[in-house]
């Protein structure tokens, strides 16, 4: 069964292979309107089942739009809605699902849910975030840098702000796409060591700088999120705005970059809290060229998936 589970467990050569595919799709849709569909269909006559135990936008809508275009159908499901909030195993549920569609995409909150679901579905599973990871994102934000720096291989990309499941997939992406990576940020806030002993161990630079300035000499990228998580408690908000201030993406910040540095943030973003305006509306920012690709990249995701 071909899951993609996490940036990790795939293959550095089919990763990349994924990201030709996108591109190759996004070129040979040449901009036509979204509701029509690509020329080729590899998913016709094909059944997604789109599991969300978490709110979403950009992935709820890209996987739809995605399959559709390919020629397939979805089915969106609330885990709320599902026997999967009232008692049923996640075990059952992933056999009884596998009767149905040809493909399940779950966003939830522990990994261990998706590595359950991934283990009895008979089917291919995607993760669409957990509180661990969010592979799909890095595929879209790889994809991105490409388009229009060229190859991420040796480029130094920086993480400001907390060392969330998306800066983890970030250092994953730095083992696999050969990138260097420096995360910057409170210690309290630090990614899990095994995510950088991961990168490191993969050969790349992995560097911690707790003063922002020094961080981003040199950087080609930056990169942030929010710094309170869906899974974070409410209650840690105005603790985790104190120490995470410093480290707010600016236009002073931004100037100490490489000149043609990008910006990016998978958003939502929370705008002049993590970054502010003149940074997300500024030159540096591809962060809606990193929601449309999205679409694009978890297109090829789903093929690979498949094996279409
Ligand atoms: N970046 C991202 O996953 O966005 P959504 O939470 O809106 O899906």
Same mark, same amino acid.
């Given at each position: ?9 795939? $293959? ?31 998913? =016709? ?7 969300? /135990? %978490? ?12 399959? #559709? ?18 008692? /049923? ?24 849910? !998706?590595?359950?679901?991934? &283990?009895?579905?008979?089917? *291919?599973?995607?993760?669409? !975030?957990?509180? #661990? ?13 490409? &388009?229009?720096?060229? *190859?991420?291989?040796?480029? %130094?990309?920086? +993480? ?7 800066? =983890? ?22 990614? &899990? *060591? ?5 990168? #490191?161990?993969?050969?790349? #630079?992995?560097?911690? &700088?707790? $003063?922002p300035v020094? =961080?981003v ?5 930056v990169?942030? $999120? ?17 120490? !995470?201030?410093?480290?707010?993406v600016t236009?002073a910040l931004m100037a100490q970059?490489? *000149?043609? =540095? ?11 809290? /993590? ?28 093929? +690979?998936?498949?094996?279409?």
């Open positions: 069964m071909t899951h993609f589970l996490d940036i990790d467990k795939t $293959d550095a050569a089919a990763l990349r292979g994924m990201i030709d595919s996108a591109r190759a799709m996004k070129t040979a849709r040449g901009g036509r309107p979204k509701g029509t569909r690509d020329d080729a269909q590899p998913l =016709a006559g094909r059944m997604v089942a789109l599991i969300f /135990e %978490k709110p979403s936008t950009r992935t709820r809508v890209s996987f739809d739009v995605g399959v #559709r275009q390919m020629g397939g159908e979805t089915m969106v499901l609330s885990g709320k809605e599902m026997q999967l909030g009232h008692g /049923e195993t996640i075990a059952d549920t992933a056999r009884v699902l596998s009767r149905y569609v040809d493909l399940i995409m779950i966003r939830t909150f522990e990994e261990a849910t !998706l590595l359950e679901m991934a &283990e009895h579905a008979t089917v *291919p599973v995607i993760n669409g !975030l957990t509180n #661990r990871t969010h592979p799909c994102q890095i595929m879209a934000d790889v994809m991105t840098y490409e &388009e229009h720096r060229g *190859p991420i291989a040796g480029k %130094k990309v920086v +993480w400001a702000g907390d060392g969330n499941n998306v800066c =983890a997939s970030w250092l994953h992406g730095a083992g696999q796409f050969g990138f260097d990576f420096t995360f910057t940020g409170p210690p309290t806030l630090d990614p &899990e *060591p095994e995510f950088i002993r991961y990168a #490191r161990d993969k050969g790349r #630079r992995v560097t911690v &700088e707790r $003063d020094l =961080a000499q040199g950087a080609d990228l990169v942030t $999120d929010t710094w309170v998580s869906m899974h974070d408690p409410e209650s840690a908000r105005e603790r985790r705005h104190n120490q !995470l201030r410093p480290y707010q236009e970059t490489k *000149p043609d =540095a990008l910006f990016m943030h998978c958003l939502p973003a929370h705008r002049n809290d /993590e970054v502010t305006s003149a940074v997300m509306d500024g030159p540096h920012s591809v962060v809606f060229d990193e929601a449309e690709n999205r679409l694009h990249a978890q297109k090829a995701v789903m093929r +690979w998936c498949l094996g279409l």
